[in-house]
């Protein structure tokens, strides 16, 4: 799956290049420039186009370095990670792609409900997606729903109802909208409205780190923080992973992550 993960940013650039190539050439076929500023102004199209050839370029290295290391499924269950390695798909619909720390292929987070009316959003800032009334899902390698959250709410306050495989809710998480951007704050409760988690996070890095009301740390993660030993897996610059609580229940657990699956997903870019 990485090896494929690199494969498809490869393509994608390839065809946002041949957008840009197309546009340019349009341009110099319809508004065929007059003066020396005109042609000074078709410079505008070297940024994406030298963008995506550094794309085509990195991700084909990353590619060919990892393409013949044999990296088997993961033969944990979701639930039983104590790390999580979460990166952004290539792809025009965004997903989460889940891995342990060694490589192996844990599953996706997904959105299961757009719209038809949406879809133009994501040529703008997939993120803008998370704004609107959503379900998402926790999906295994196989394909099967392990957990999923719908979202609710915006400019206030967002609410997730939080449910397990067999569509039994098992709580719901609020926070709160309004200062988000610079400091985001929330509560975790379970299904009985019980305040189990209190959750705060940086809005500028996503840096977090949750203890319960016994001091117990739950989750923790730190941005730019990745083992070193990964990183012949891991190529790029920028690799999140979150370190997860073993002494928490099933249910607690399937309740934190869909909280981080949340918060990784706002974070995303076109």
């Known amino acids: 799956m990485l090896a494929e993960m690199y494969k498809k940013r490869e393509k ?7 957008v840009t190539l197309l546009v340019a050439a349009g341009w110099l076929i319809f508004q065929t420039p007059d003066s020396n500023r005109e042609w000074w102004d078709l410079l505008f199209f070297l940024l994406p186009f030298g963008l995506s050839v550094v794309i085509i370029v990195i991700s084909r290295s990353h590619y060919l370095k990892v393409k013949d290391i044999e990296i088997p499924h993961s033969n944990k269950q979701l639930l039983d990670l104590k790390e999580l390695v979460i990166k952004k798909d290539a792809a025009f619909v965004p997903r ?6 060694s490589g192996g292929f844990v599953g996706t987070v997904e959105m299961t409900s757009i719209k038809w009316w949406m879809y133009p959003l994501l040529l703008r800032d997939a993120s803008l997606l998370t704004v609107f009334p959503m379900t ?7 394909g099967e729903t392990r957990l999923s959250f719908r979202k609710t709410g915006w400019l206030k306050q967002s609410k ?7 569509n039994n809710m098992l709580g719901t998480y609020k926070q709160e909208e309004l200062k988000a951007l610079i400091n985001i704050k929330g509560k975790l409760y379970n299904e009985r409205q ?7 996070a ?3 890095s996503g840096n977090f780190s949750w203890n319960d009301q016994q001091e117990k740390r ?6 730019g923080m990745f083992p ?9 610059m920028q690799n999140d992973i979150v370190e997860l609580s073993e002494d928490i229940s099933k249910e607690d657990k399937i309740r934190l992550l869909a909280v981080i699956g949340f918060l990784f997903f706002t974070r995303i870019k076109s």
């Open 12 to 18: 994608l650039a390839y065809v946002f290049l041949a």
């Open 96 to 101: 989460l792609l889940l891995f342990e720390k």
């Open 136 to 142: 998402y899902a926790f999906l295994g390698e196989d």
């Open 160 to 166: 997730l109802e939080i449910f397990n495989s067999e």
């Open 194 to 200: 019980e305040l189990i988690l209190p959750i705060q």
């Open 202 to 204: 940086s809005g500028f």
């Open 218 to 223: 739950w989750a923790h993660f730190y941005n």
């Open 228 to 236: 070193h030993e990964y990183t012949h897996l891991f190529r790029d």
